[in-house]
């Protein structure tokens, strides 16, 4: 399926003004929580999961060179970079995530192997064949053309290099509730959910080859928007409507049950490589 790209979303600045909203949401996190039957008891340790889960998809060896695209506040790339002894590189286009990011790998003693950069994630500054693997860690989302960032992320590839996306997917056929929710979060500029079928052709458009594709949304998105359920009972105590958004608190707080619930939307790890030669 293709679909004519948005206009430029200017997603940091929205990260920026918005950010520490966005991690109080998700109680410290910037990403979707993977929750294993009853041995997950917490959104923390959930997040920490869904991490685990991309660290295990990409398959890097020890000494080799990830990108991670969007990189957030830095959380993922750091868990990785000890978690494989690699060397991370995260690119992000708000200021305020990248120097929280980059406090936080000096604070774990990883700034020599983890650096973080201002750059766009539609027109990376890196040569041809710079990174062994790659990641978009739920920041696709927040892209105008997912094509053009794939298609970016696989030149960066070197061969055989593999590239792990976790997003936002559409799962079933109900247009109403999906359009309410991308109604509910265009304001923060979260572009359209495709299916699986859409993303296999996009990977394929961008010249990468898909591995794998895991819809995890029974363990993550219903226990995932719990949490933020619970979380915005009380953020209105702390953080204002956002501009344009009256009675964003409340029509939250009324959307968020049914979003949920429904079977409409879920969320996805996906796993492409670079073919070689």
Not at 188 to 212: C, K, N, Q, R, W
Not at 214 to 227: E, G, K, N, P
Not at 251 to 266: H, Q
């Amino acid at each position: 399926m293709t679909r004519a790209p948005r206009p430029s979303p200017g997603a940091g600045e929205i990260h920026d003004e918005h950010g520490d909203m966005f991690t109080a949401l998700l109680d410290g996190s910037l990403h979707f929580g993977l929750w294993d039957d009853a041995t997950t008891r917490t959104m923390r340790e959930a997040a920490d999961n869904m991490t685990d889960l991309m660290i295990e998809k990409l398959a890097v060896e020890p000494g080799q060179s990830v990108l991670d695209i969007g990189c957030g506040i830095g959380e993922p790339a750091v868990r990785l970079a000890r978690a494989r002894n690699v060397d991370v590189v995260g690119v992000n286009v708000s200021r305020q995530q990248l120097a929280a990011a980059t406090e936080r790998a000096a604070a774990e003693g990883l700034q020599d192997r983890v650096r973080f950069e201002f750059a766009d994630a539609l027109d990376l500054p890196f040569p041809p064949e710079s990174f062994d693997a790659a990641w978009l860690f739920e920041s696709l989302l927040h892209m105008p053309d997912r094509l053009r960032a794939l298609s970016q992320a696989a030149r960066v590839l070197r061969p055989g290099g593999r590239l792990a996306v976790a997003d936002f997917i559409r799962r079933g056929p109900d247009l109403d509730e999906q359009t309410a929710v991308e109604e509910r979060l265009a304001g923060f500029h979260i572009s359209e959910m495709p299916t699986l079928e859409d993303y296999a052709e996009t990977v394929a458009e961008a010249g990468l080859v898909m591995v794998e594709a895991i819809d995890v949304s029974d363990r993550s998105w219903r226990q995932t928007l719990a949490a933020v359920q619970d979380n915005v009972a009380r953020l209105p105590h702390t953080f204002a409507d956002p501009p344009g958004e009256e009675d964003y608190w409340a029509n939250a707080r009324a959307a968020l049950p049914r979003i949920a619930d429904g079977s409409a939307l879920g969320y996805a790890v996906f796993v492409a490589a670079k073919p070689r030669g």
